[in-house]
């Protein structure tokens, strides 16, 4: 046998035996003999280079060095779910849906919802091309190299007839037997440990050394299938098909077919979920129907044919040992409860684990605001419940007040005054938080400010962090987002600073060196490219998130206009409301703002939208709605929505009722056609449209 025979030869057989083994959970062979074959495969890689498969299995050791991450578009968006919390929000899903499908019959696959981050996987030919993340669902990190290390994810799939390009998309994550074991390395190391299983697989996913990626033995749960051509009727049908490929299909999925099997399924995994050997954070329902799929079709957000559902998060008693109070951003003084096990009472506090909650040890939760604490009457040494649901902070809940006695001594009262600074709390009218009025000293607030403004949905400057936003703000060369634009390679080559984490006391030094230094001022100078709405965004104007700075940005155009908004004008947005407006008008008439607004333009910040406003052709289409659907010869959708707007016509969502025209191409849905049909919507082709305006 020539060796490119036996390459092949051998790729087949490691291929086999790991299916087997990370998907039917057989092992056909001992690990020795298995490192064997391994062996020679990537020796005889190593003499013949030319025959070295991209989907060859010695992939998945690693060993590739990744220093940028390339970002990528997605072929088709990632988007995310909606949630639902209790039976009765389902049933107003399912009566959506019904509403939605007009009567026709139905039915649900249940999943269970993974807590891991969504990949994307690109297969060309039959062989994975792509690998990655989901980042803002428009465009994420190219990590093929890392995902590659997935043992259960076929380099190659098993089947000889596949669409030429398609996406499978799930969830990866980290079991939590390798996150307990890669955290007990870390503090063996004396380095910072990972909060959650959730946490370490992204980090994990995003390492630039893939062989170290590898090491963390992370997995995948694949949960859709997308390609251009329609080759499944049903998600079912795309389960079955995936698995045979040789996918690592998650498991559990159940096809129902009504809201109240829904229900069933969601009480049998509810306690079942805690046997798995990775974290789960609810079920998911999918409409099985691709073709009903289509027809319910999305919300800017997310899908109307799938929806979430999430359970109560778990809750446990623990020890209050002392309430720190810190102060946010905008001013906010939020009270945080220092927590530890009921047996660690006198375990001193840099030692204590905390309590087991849901895969992680937690020993600090928030206590909201004054009103909450007057509420529960906290004291010091109390028993609480602690309760910590997804990614949200976890959160005490109540006192058992039974525990009260021996170890409970004080009364906690909420400061008369800031805790960084001194100055006197202040507290809005109708709002329970207090607040530090010192916006424009106060340490907390200054540093919070500039760590927004880097943040990745405003200015997007991943070259800062947290420590050395510290370290500027310490050497007094940043106090505001401005004096970023302002530093220089000297004014920055050697500051130093040791940072000492509270809760594990061990310090780490940030210094800027030479490559620091550079990157940190390639970060500023990409920045100045950053789009007007997130320029907005990181201005940190209090209800001003990202998705409104991305609607005022769209409305006013730029800075100026938008600074010289009345409350009316602002309030004529859509969606916007009287409480942020208010929080625009306040926001600009400060003179440090506007001179912070000043320097930034002056820098080159992006300060106007290069969104054309649509140019209105004629008011042919006035009052007339449309929906488009399938393919055309002449223009592509985007081209015709154009056409429609700029002729003064809406687009709806779906066909209903108040539908006028539904504007039919090639291969649209044969039951979209039928509903538009029975609710008697006219039904157009690309030529009687075109033909209507140009009347
Ligand atoms: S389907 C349109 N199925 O949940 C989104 N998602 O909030 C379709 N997730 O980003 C996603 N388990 O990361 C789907 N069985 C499952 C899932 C699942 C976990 C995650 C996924 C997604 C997020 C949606």
């Known amino acids: 046998m020539n060796p490119e025979e036996r390459i092949n030869e051998l790729i087949e ?86 509403k939605g499908l007009d009567g026709e019959a139905y039915e649900y696959i249940c999943e269970l919802k993974f807590d891991g981050i969504s990949l994307s996987f690109t297969y060309e030919n039959g062989v994975l091309v792509r690998g990655v993340t989901r980042g803002d669902g428009t465009r994420g990190d ?20 596949v669409p030429p390009i398609f996406e499978i998309r799930g969830e990866g994550f980290m079991p939590f037997q390798s996150f307990q074991k890669l955290n007990e390395d870390m503090e063996a190391l004396g380095v910072n440990q ?19 990626t590898a090491r963390r033995a992370l997995d995948c749960y694949i949960y859709s299938f997308l390609s251009d051509e329609t080759i499944f009727a049903s998600h079912e049908e795309s389960l079955l098909a995936l698995k045979s490929w040789g996918f ?28 798995l050997p990775l974290a789960t954070d609810g079920i998911v329902i999918k409409i099985n129907s691709f073709e009903q799929q289509r027809e319910l079709g999305f919300t800017a957000k997310s899908p109307r044919w799938a929806i979430s559902f999430k359970y109560k998060a778990e809750n446990k008693p623990a020890i209050l040992r002392s309430v720190n109070f810190q102060v946010g951003r905008t001013g906010n003084v939020t009270p945080v409860a220092n927590l530890c096990a009921e047996s660690e009472r006198t375990v001193p506090y840099n030692k204590v684990k905390g309590v087991h909650l849901s895969g992680t040890y937690v020993k600090r939760a928030t206590l909201h605001n004054a ?16 309760e910590k649901s997804g990614e949200i902070i976890p959160k005490i809940t109540g006192v058992d007040v039974t525990k009260r006695g021996l170890f409970t001594t004080e009364h906690i009262a ?27 000293a106060c340490p907390p607030q200054l540093k919070g400010r500039i760590e927004h403004f880097i943040h990745r949905k405003a200015m997007n400057i991943d070259s800062l962090g947290e420590g050395k936003i510290e370290l500027l703000f310490d050497t007094q ?19 130093e600073k040791n940072i000492v984490n509270e809760e594990t006391g061990k310090s780490k030094k940030i210094s800027f060196r030479e490559k620091t230094v550079e990157n940190i001022l390639k970060g500023l100078e990409l920045s100045k490219a950053a789009p007007f709405k997130n320029v907005l965004f990181g201005l940190g104007i209090r209800f001003v998130g990202a998705t409104v700075a991305e609607k ?37 008439s400060v003179q440090e703002n506007q001179l912070v607004m000043e320097r930034l333009e002056k820098a080159g910040l992006q300060m106007t939208t290069d969104d054309k406003p649509v140019e209105m052709e004629s008011n042919l289409l006035e009052g007339k709605t449309f929906v488009i659907s399938g393919v055309f010869a002449n223009f592509d959708r985007d081209e015709l929505k154009h056409k429609i707007e700029s002729n003064a016509g809406r687009i709806l969502s779906g066909v209903s009722g108040k539908l006028n025209f539904l504007l039919a191409g090639d291969n649209m849905g044969p039951s979209k056609l039928e509903k538009a049909r029975k609710l008697g919507v006219t039904i157009l082709s690309e030529e009687e449209f075109l033909g209507m305006i140009e009347k």
């Open 414 to 440: 909420f400061p008369t005054n800031c805790p960084e600074c001194g100055s006197l709390l202040a507290r809005n009218e109708g709002e329970v938080a207090y607040y530090c009025p010192n916006d424009s």
């Open 248 to 275: 690592n299909t998650s498991p559990g999925w159940k096809k129902v077919d009504n809201i109240d099997d829904v229900i069933v399924y969601i009480h049998e995994w509810e306690e079942k979920r805690a046997t």
């Open 13 to 98: 057989q490691i291929d086999h035996y790991n299916f087997q083994y990370y998907q039917e959970s057989i092992s056909e062979i001992s690990d020795f003999d298995f490192d064997i074959l391994l062996k020679e495969l990537a020796k005889l890689e190593n003499e013949f280079p030319d025959f070295k498969r991209s989907d060859s299995p010695t992939q998945r050791v690693g060993g590739t060095v990744t220093k940028n991450f390339n970002a990528v578009y997605h072929r088709y968006p990632m988007l995310s779910l909606d949630n639902t919390y209790n039976e009765q929000e389902l049933r107003d899903f399912d009566e959506r849906v019904r």
């Open 552 to 588: 005022l940005a769209a409305y006013f155009k730029n800075i100026t206009a938008l600074r010289s908004a009345t409350y009316e004008d602002l309030v004529n947005v859509p969606e916007i409301g009287g409480r942020i407006a208010q929080s625009v008008i306040a926001y600009f």
């Open 477 to 495: 060369l940043v106090r505001t987002p401005a004096d970023l634009y302002d530093l220089t390679y000297e004014k920055l080559l050697g500051l």
């Open 194 to 212: 990972y909060a959650n299983p959730r946490n370490a697989a992204s980090g994990s996913f995003k390492l630039q050394d893939s062989a170290e």
């Open 142 to 161: 190219e990590i093929t190299n890392n995902v590659k290390t997935i043992k259960s994810l076929p380099l190659r799939v098993k089947a000889d007839k």
């Open 371 to 386: 009103n909450e604490m007057e509420r529960l009457d906290i004291q010091l040494g109390d028993t609480v419940f602690v």
